[in-house]
């Protein structure tokens, strides 16, 4: 049998069944707060024009949500966000606050950076560094020409030279560099098969993924090409967050939600 669930008048300790206005034994009216009360959800609820981060991509513990009710929140291998676990992350990584009540992410100096995915077009600069797939890559100017003979006047031999506007460098777990592509045009293709570079095993890279282009020296634009899995930037410093936003710290990947005021 279910239990009777009373509140307790205050005058005279009688149990009043709930919904009744007044104490059947003295009259004392039931407080206002008790009639109007509602049962709460068991556990931390987000406030209302606050944020919260989902965790998409997190060895094993996939949708669990941080809720963002405080002013700052740093996340690292310590912190009030912390993935201990996650080799990739600083100890000190990032931190997300709010300005002017608009969400806030800001590298804290770390060594692997803050990844945003990208919303259609975006520029980029020299030594700027992107992720497509599993991949990681910086966007290099093209080095000064050295085709000056030795002391001896004797000319370095090698592959024919051919004009490029720029290269993509691949950087591999560690900083080593792998790969490097020296774009014929001012533009170039990144995707699983058809394009300029080609990772044919990565399994987070779809056929098309990415493009850069350069349309004016020493400035560029990467697009994503409506890949499944996103294109992210490597952010400077601080970057406004709006819903829906996706982020790679480390090796996890979230999104932000932001709740209506």
């Known amino acids: 049998m279910e239990q009777p669930k009373n509140y307790v008048c205050k005058s005279c300790s009688t149990p009043v069944p709930v919904g009744h206005k007044f104490c059947g034994r003295c ?3 039931i407080p206002a707060d008790v009639l109007g009360a509602k049962t709460q959800f068991f556990g931390q609820l987000q406030v209302p024009g606050k944020a919260k981060l989902i965790l998409i991509r997190g060895e094993g513990v996939e949708g669990l949500s941080y809720h963002l009710n405080a002013e700052q929140h740093m996340v690292g ?9 996650d080799p990739f992350v600083s ?3 990032a931190n997300f606050f709010y300005s002017n009540g608009k969400l806030v992410v800001r590298d804290e100096q770390s060594l692997n950076g803050v990844f945003w995915r990208v919303h259609g077009s975006i520029e980029l600069g020299p030594g700027d560094h992107f992720l497509a797939g599993e991949q990681l890559f910086r966007v290099d100017p093209t080095p000064k020409a050295s085709d000056a003979p030795g002391p001896d006047g004797t000319f370095f031999y090698s592959s024919p030279k051919q004009q490029t506007a720029f290269r993509v460098t ?11 592509y020296c774009a014929r045009t001012n533009g170039m293709q990144i995707g699983r098969e058809g394009g300029d570079l080609n990772f044919p095993s ?12 350069e349309p004016s020296p020493g400035k560029f634009t990467l697009t ?10 490597r ?8 819903h829906g936003d996706y982020l790679f710290i480390g090796k996890k990947l979230v999104r932000v939600e932001i709740t209506v005021s």
């Open 27 to 29: 009259g004392e009216s």
């Open 224 to 233: 994503d090409l409506d890949s499944h899995n996103g294109t992210y930037v």
């Open 170 to 180: 691949q950087l591999l777990q560690g900083g080593a560099h792998a790969m490097m």
């Open 202 to 213: 990565d399994p987070y890279m779809s056929s098309a993924h990415c493009k850069l282009e």
């Open 77 to 85: 291998r310590n912190g009030q966000l912390a993935f201990p676990e």
């Open 235 to 242: 952010i400077k410093a601080e970057k406004p967050l709006v």
């Open 91 to 93: 100890p000190k990584h």
